[in-house]
């Protein structure tokens, strides 16, 4: 999750989420760097609608009772 | 309620002027309906509330010029100075005063005639009273009955009467003899006086209400807490938790695969075509899709 | 449910759901292919809002097993 | 997600999860295949009992509505 | 939240959450550091179970669809 | 709710919520005092644990759902 | 909770969060004021939007999770 976690440091910062910064973050943490999951972390993410998914994880946690399907 | 100008009886006087120097040493006044409620109940509640309020009962006339002598227009309660009225002087809460009435109950025997305010069952079992007259009361009220060892047992839980309903003769009877003294009996004032006049149904407050304010109140305070992420404690595991389901969320949205992300991904995933299969289903039943 | 991932491969790929991208897919997949399922299935899918399916399925993180942390 | 439905369909397939076949999928889906996030999907997903998950996402509740907050 | 990403990044990392790690953190994300939140957000974080927090978090109820079919 | 914000805010500080606590505080905040109100209130939340209904607040809202709050 | 709890109370009496009339309400009650404290809280609460934060459904812990999968 470090790399995720690093996503949205600089989600919430206002900064681009790119590899360059991803790694700048990371590495400021401690953690050794792995390029690849860095570049398609970073790939994957630019499709996404960030702010979108951080409210829709928030409403989540109120799933009612298992409805059984 | 103009009354200067007549002569007052002198014991009537000594009344207006006790009256007078209570509602001028007490901040609240309550008035209580007194109206069939028995004399022993009135005395409960005077030893319960004794050094927090005293009881008095008045003579609603003579109450309306002690409240004019002392400075507070007796036109505020005109039309609850009737009947028998006792009022009570305090330095409580009104709201206090008439919460703390309504804990204290006496029970009695309802009296024919009266509405009952609930459900009435005769209890299966031995009644201790031995056949006769009796059975017959119990016959009228479709009350099965076994004589054993002569005594009248109670063949099963019978419900004899439903809120609402009035009180026979042959019921309040019965219940005398039973030992039922089911009808409670709790006082609320009819009105308190605080500076203003605070109807009675006012008076007694929904609790329930109030927590739930409170439970409101105190959320939406920690939604804020949470959003500005406030460094304490208990709003920071909330802040945690919303933090980490977010970073889960993304993960999920991007397809982002670790060991400790993977499941998640996958479960996902999974839920998602379930859901379409789910809707596929409904417009296409002839693909047999079968969701579970 | 080959045949929905399928289609929800093309869906997240931006791509049409059609027959034939669709029957494309599940070949690549080694899944013999079922023309008349895919006819039904792509007929169906027309009128679904699927953005909206995927959203109501899933508000949340779904890990009921404790996902390691 | 892309490449997670298209490692989900390989499974419903019964096919192996193996780097190539992800591939072949998602390029008979007209996805540019991102050889990086191939490689560490595969490897990633050796790890886990996707049988296992499937059965999850199905006991698994299955909340009412979105709970909209 | 930049702070509690940064925290939870150097947690993930086996790092200390220290004054001094949040604000390398930060710092790397390009994010100006309040000193006085830096201090308050770490002793408060430090009387937080973070992994029991993080489990709990996740192993929430979970809303996925209408399964129903 | 401004009455109930009063009364919380000196339970926090640990002040007695008494008829005149409700009252500074609500004259600080510049509003109207309504007596009958804080003397309703007050009366009420004296048979109320507060205590105990700020503890569930948090243990409740989730499971049960119409989080509206 | 103190400093919330006031700013809330000055909200819903329709009343501007600021710092002078945090620190009169929190010093009604009774609440040593800091100063700092404070500000950073008005300067916060400035870039939320208040109305839509309670809207939300809170992010709770979710212990009580009745789906247990």
Same mark, same amino acid.
């Given at each position: 999750m470090e790399y995720i976690y690093a996503s949205l440091l600089l989600y919430k910062a206002g900064k681009e989420i790119s590899e360059e910064n991803v790694k700048k973050v990371l590495e400021a943490a401690g953690v050794a760097v792995d390029e690849v999951r860095v570049k398609s972390l970073v790939a994957a993410i630019k499709n996404i609608d960030i702010a979108k998914v951080l409210e829709q994880a928030i409403a989540a946690p109120v799933a009612a009772a298992p409805v059984q399907a | 309620m103009a009354v200067t100008g007549r002569e007052i009886p002198r014991w009537k006087a000594e009344i207006v002027e006790e009256l007078v120097e209570l509602l001028r040493r007490h901040r609240v006044f309550a008035l209580?309906? =007194?109206?069939?409620?028995?004399?022993?109940?009135?005395?409960?509640?005077?030893?319960?509330?004794?050094?927090?309020?005293?009881?008095? /009962? @008045?003579?609603?006339?003579?109450?309306?010029?002690?409240?004019?002598?002392?400075?507070?227009?007796?036109?505020?309660?005109?039309?609850?100075? $009737?009947?028998?009225?006792? /009022? !009570?002087?305090?330095?409580?809460?009104?709201?206090?005063?008439?919460?703390?009435?309504?804990?204290?109950?006496?029970?009695?025997y309802f009296k024919p005639g009266e509405k009952t305010d609930k459900e009435i069952v005769i209890p299966e079992g031995n009644t201790g009273i031995p056949p006769g007259p009796m059975l017959s009361v119990f016959g009228r009220l479709k009350i099965q009955?076994?004589?054993?060892?002569?005594?009248?047992?109670?063949?099963?839980? =019978? @419900?004899?009467?439903?809120?609402?309903? !009035?009180?026979?003769?042959d019921?309040?009877?019965?219940?005398?003899?039973?030992?039922?003294?089911?009808?409670?009996?709790?006082?609320?004032?009819?009105?308190?006086?605080?500076? !203003?006049?605070?109807?009675?149904?006012?008076? !007694? #407050?929904?609790?329930?209400?109030?927590?739930?304010?409170l439970t409101t109140a105190h959320l939406d305070a920690l939604k804020i807490a949470v959003e500005l992420a406030l460094p304490e404690p208990g709003v920071l595991q909330l802040v945690l938790a919303k933090?980490?389901?977010?970073?889960?969320?993304?993960?999920?949205?991007?397809?982002?695969? $670790?060991?400790? =992300?993977?499941?998640? @991904?996958? #479960?996902?995933? @999974?839920?998602?075509?379930?859901?379409?299969?789910?809707?596929?289903?409904?417009?296409?039943?002839?693909?047999?899709?079968?969701?579970?």
């Amino acid at each position: 999750m470090e790399y995720i976690y690093a996503s949205l440091l600089l989600y919430k910062a206002g900064k681009e989420i790119s590899e360059e910064n991803v790694k700048k973050v990371l590495e400021a943490a401690g953690v050794a760097v792995d390029e690849v999951r860095v570049k398609s972390l970073v790939a994957a993410i630019k499709n996404i609608d960030i702010a979108k998914v951080l409210e829709q994880a928030i409403a989540a946690p109120v799933a009612a009772a298992p409805v059984q399907a | 309620m103009a009354v200067t100008g007549r002569e007052i009886p002198r014991w009537k006087a000594e009344i207006v002027e006790e009256l007078v120097e209570l509602l001028r040493r007490h901040r609240v006044f309550a008035l209580i309906d =007194t109206t069939g409620i028995p004399a022993n109940h009135i005395q409960m509640l005077r030893k319960k509330l004794h050094g927090k309020a005293v009881l008095k /009962a @008045v003579k609603p006339r003579l109450l309306g010029i002690a409240l004019e002598k002392a400075g507070i227009n007796p036109e505020l309660f005109k039309e609850h100075l $009737t009947g028998q009225v006792v /009022a !009570v002087f305090t330095d409580m809460n009104p709201f206090e005063l008439a919460m703390l009435m309504d804990k204290y109950v006496t029970k009695t025997y309802f009296k024919p005639g009266e509405k009952t305010d609930k459900e009435i069952v005769i209890p299966e079992g031995n009644t201790g009273i031995p056949p006769g007259p009796m059975l017959s009361v119990f016959g009228r009220l479709k009350i099965q009955t076994k004589v054993q060892g002569n005594v009248i047992y109670v063949a099963k839980d =019978t @419900v004899v009467a439903k809120p609402g309903d !009035v009180v026979s003769s042959d019921l309040a009877s019965l219940l005398q003899k039973l030992g039922l003294a089911l009808k409670e009996i709790r006082l609320r004032p009819k009105l308190a006086y605080d500076g !203003v006049v605070i109807p009675g149904d006012k008076l !007694v #407050l929904n609790l329930e209400e109030y927590s739930g304010m409170l439970t409101t109140a105190h959320l939406d305070a920690l939604k804020i807490a949470v959003e500005l992420a406030l460094p304490e404690p208990g709003v920071l595991q909330l802040v945690l938790a919303k933090a980490q389901r977010q970073a889960l969320s993304l993960a999920i949205e991007a397809g982002f695969i $670790t060991p400790e =992300t993977a499941e998640a @991904v996958l #479960l996902a995933a @999974v839920a998602k075509a379930n859901a379409l299969a789910a809707e596929v289903a409904k417009h296409a039943p002839e693909l047999g899709l079968e969701v579970k």
